[in-house]
């Protein structure tokens, strides 16, 4: 056992926290929301000029051949700054790519994903609103050289920046994952209003032609590619949420050193005392679960109950996090003005996204063997 | 970072486990580490826990993060800490806590030269049981205002008071004592710590006393003109709250093993509601019942890798403010509501001990679930550990 960071990974770390101090700063958050973008051009060039696109890419691919806990920091810092944009969907997919791809996929993709000039999304779940096999409703059809795609995938991130879509459909009785281009005729895109103001869209497929050269790995196996892909994000959530989640405990530390009530900062009065220890304690339990589950996952060892208990506990415990910033705050913190809200909204995407906590403690329960 | 075990620790843990198949009886039943304790038997079992502590220190196994010079093997402290996970998980008593995990460790810290080569040695061959004078009926949570005094006449301390709630006092040799020195000086600053040798005292009383769980192991200790030497003040004359707080920075992670008592009762749990069916149906395929074991099953993951971490800090040398009181704080809350879950899966049962034959998993679960009440308040009440963590750890202003 070992707690301590690398230099390399601390290095990594404090880069990450100076850039995002720097650029990715509230009010930015706050544009963002509106833009129709969602994200800034300019600053995904610095990030893809810094070798993040492609973090855990090999060399040969334009990547820095780091693992997945170096992206796991990443999504920390990126959840400290509540930083939009899509590179947690661009670089789920390239590692799909890097995982299940043919060589020709991965040279087509990868580097052009590393050099910051392809933005990818996950176009996973639909209508059934379920991470399951029997929630995937969308048809692939053979036809000629391709398939054709008929149904429609709910809850796209960023489906109004990405160049291709990674999609799974059904074929026959299995599941097949589908590299799409999102330019394809058939495809319509809805913006959804969701609670974090992020970009998450419909995508409507109808009839669209895919070439059989863009199946991910093989015909009626994509249900294990998208087991990972959901492993992949749920761990990336949790690192988000621990980054948001110790700057949530900061903020509201700070809060109440400062705000004067009864001639003393709230902060010395034991009831808020007691809130705050029970979320340093909370914060303190999601990193190490989730550091555990990164590390494992990054050393390719068994990992599913692991990844299943970090995002369970991440998921319950950033809402009691939030709620305690909130009750101490108080009225302040319920304004639009005020930077807790940002991370409130956040934090329920965070805890729907790649399953919720009922649905990792359904699969912690198959892993018990129960 | 590495989450795994060394090849080393790996082989000790399976040694360990080894050595607990090959010594301990198989119609072996005992709830936990504590049921030397109870009513029944009592003798018996306190022979066993004695014969085990034997054959631990024989393995070499007490006091291992010791240095060599003081009878230990100057290993990592994970190693004392997989040696108590591996014997609360099995229940097998005879690895005396406060001993190997909170006395030595802060004679290391705080002792003489001569302290550390008398108390260590004592505490790795096995020879002692040590326990704690702290509280008093009027000094709880304030444990500075403890009354309990010391007075030096020529070259013996000679005390007077009494202590409470000390838990196996009556069973122990060593007893960590703190009494008032300076009754002139600020409540913290007039306190000293005595090593008292409980085998060669006079003027000491004890009255034992029944916890709601049903073991007897809380003690009254009266001292009325005790006598003990000059040299037993440890830590130093009127520094005895550093030591209060150096013991309990020590205390606390181990009170954070208690996630590996409740790993066992969740492991029981699982193969329970596999086999027991209600309704017609296994516990195991209830949807709500899946959902409390895995709820369950994360929270004692997240305990233990707490309790890794604050003992991969305590093995550097870090100090742990925050640390020792959050995972005192949270393996507590922890465990508990593992025992709360199991008992609302067993049910009616639920209500049964171990008299009965009715009583599932042996009466255990009803028996850990009255004991966790004791834990709340044990070392420290969870109040205390929120102060802490708050003011020491997260350094917000003083009330």
């Known amino acids: 056992m070992d707690f301590k960071f690398t230099e390399e990974q601390e290095m990594l770390r404090n880069f990450a926290r100076s850039f995002m101090d720097d650029k990715i700063i509230p009010e930015h958050v706050r544009a963002m929301e509106a833009d129709e973008k969602g994200y800034s051009p300019d600053y995904w060039k610095q990030m893809a000029e810094l070798g993040w696109m492609g973090l855990v890419f090999p060399e040969a691919y334009g990547g820095q051949g780091m693992g997945f806990f170096e992206l796991a920091i990443l999504f920390e810092e990126m959840g400290r700054a509540c930083c939009p944009g899509p590179f947690f969907s661009t670089t789920l997919c390239g590692m799909a790519i890097l995982d299940s791809g043919s060589e020709g996929q991965k040279k087509e993709f990868l580097p052009r994903i590393a050099d910051g000039k392809m933005i990818m999304s996950t176009a996973l779940i639909e209508p059934a609103g379920t991470y399951t096999q029997e929630g995937i409703a969308l048809k692939a059809t053979a036809k000629g050289d391709g398939y054709v795609l008929n149904g429609t995938k709910l809850f796209v991130n960023d489906a109004n920046s990405a160049d291709y879509f990674l999609v799974a459909a059904k074929t026959g009785k299995g599941v097949t994952m589908f590299i799409v281009d999102a330019k394809s005729p058939g495809i319509s895109i809805t913006m959804l209003n969701t609670i974090a103001s992020d970009k998450q869209a419909e995508v409507a497929f109808k009839g669209v032609t895919v070439p059989k050269a863009n199946v991910l790995g093989e015909v009626g196996k994509g249900w294990d590619i998208m087991q990972k892909v959901i492993q992949r994000g749920a761990i990336g959530k949790c690192a988000e949420i621990v980054g948001a989640a110790q700057k949530v405990l900061e903020m509201t530390i700070e809060y109440s050193k400062t705000r004067v009530q009864f001639g003393k900062p709230i902060g010395s009065f034991q009831a808020v005392q007691h809130h705050a220890a029970n979320m340093a304690t909370g914060v303190d339990g999601s990193k190490f679960i989730t550091y555990e589950a990164a590390w494992l996952m990054s050393e390719g060892e068994p990992c599913s109950k692991e990844i299943s208990m970090a995002k369970a506990w991440c998921s319950d415990t950033y809402q009691q996090v939030l709620t305690t910033a909130h009750q101490v705050h108080g009225a302040i913190g319920f304004t639009m003005d005020h930077d807790l809200q940002l991370y409130f909204r956040r934090g329920k995407a965070a805890e729907l996204a790649y399953g919720d906590a009922d649905y990792h403690r359904e699969l912690i329960a198959c892993e018990m063997g129960i | ?399």
């Open chain 2, 1 to 399: 970072m590495n989450f795994k075990f060394s090849k080393e620790e790996e082989a000790f843990r399976q040694e360990i486990r080894d050595f607990i198949k090959k010594e301990v009886p198989s119609d072996f039943i005992w709830a936990d580490v504590d049921t030397q304790y109870r009513e029944e038997g009592t003798e018996e079992i306190r022979k066993f826990a004695e014969e085990m502590r034997k054959k631990l220190a024989a393995k070499g196994w007490l006091g291992m993060s010791f240095p060599k010079e003081y009878g230990g093997q100057g290993k990592p402290l994970i190693y004392d800490y997989i040696l108590a996970e591996e014997m609360n998980y099995h229940k097998v008593p005879g690895r005396d806590l406060y001993g190997v995990s909170i006395v030595g460790p802060t004679i290391l810290r705080l002792g003489t030269e001569e302290q550390k080569k008398r108390y260590l040695g004592e505490i790795a061959r096995g020879e002692v049981v040590w326990s704690e004078g702290m509280s008093e009926a009027d000094a709880g949570s304030d444990l500075a205002s403890l009354k309990t005094k010391a007075v030096l006449d020529g070259n013996e301390w000679v005390i007077n008071g009494e202590k409470i709630w000390s838990s196996g006092a009556h069973v122990a040799d060593r007893y960590l004592l703190f009494v008032r020195t300076d009754p002139a000086a600020p409540p913290h600053k007039g306190i000293s710590c005595l090593l008292v040798d409980l085998n060669n005292a006079s003027g000491i009383n004890m009255k034992t006393d029944q916890h709601m769980d049903g073991l007897w192991a809380f003690n009254i200790v009266s001292f009325q003109d005790a006598r003990v030497p000059k040299d037993v003040v440890f830590g130093g004359e009127n520094n005895g709250f550093k030591v209060i707080l150096e013991t309990l920075n020590f205390e606390r992670p181990f009170s954070g093993l208690c996630v590996s008592y409740a790993k066992r009762v969740l492991d029981d749990m699982v193969q329970y509601c596999r086999e027991t069916k209600r309704d017609g149906k296994p516990l195991a395929e209830n949807q709500i019942i899946r959902q409390k074991l895995a709820d369950c099953a994360t929270r004692l993951e997240v305990g233990r890798m707490m309790s890794y971490h604050v003992v991969w800090m305590q093995s550097l040398g870090l100090p742990t403010p925050k640390e020792s009181n959050m995972i005192k704080l949270y393996g507590i809350e922890s465990t508990k509501k593992v025992y709360d879950t199991a008992m609302q899966i067993l049910g009616p049962y639920a209500q049964l001990n171990e008299q009965s034959k009715w009583a599932p998993l042996r009466g255990e679960v009803n028996y850990l679930y009255m004991r966790a009440i004791g834990l709340m308040s044990a070392g420290g009440s969870l109040e205390i550990m929120r102060n802490t963590i708050a003011g020491a750890g997260l350094r917000m202003p003083k009330a």
